[in-house]
């Protein structure tokens, strides 16, 4: 159990921002699985309009410290492959 009252203030914080993080992982997955989606669709154009949101959306969650930047260069790296494919 936290003894001091800065201790206190960091779990309290923790958990603030625990629910914050969660969110924003949560949102990128939804981008990420409507850019899978439109893939598998066949459309290109499509495809490359949610692949770039997505890509946005993903540096964004590097940017805030919530996933790191090789995890979401693979994976931008390998849906591009993807839509690249469709030509």
Do not use: C, W, Y
């Amino acid at each position: 159990m936290a003894n001091t009252p800065q201790a206190r203030k960091r779990i309290r914080r923790n958990g603030r921002r625990a629910d914050v993080n969660k969110a924003r992982v949560s949102r990128i997955r939804t981008f990420v699985k409507k850019a899978e989606s439109t893939i598998e669709s066949g459309v290109k154009d499509a495809s490359a309009e949610t692949l770039k949101a997505a890509q946005a959306e993903m540096m964004r969650g590097v940017a805030k410290g919530v996933l790191h930047k090789n995890t979401v260069a693979r994976k931008i790296s390998r849906l591009a492959k993807r839509v690249k494919a469709l030509a």
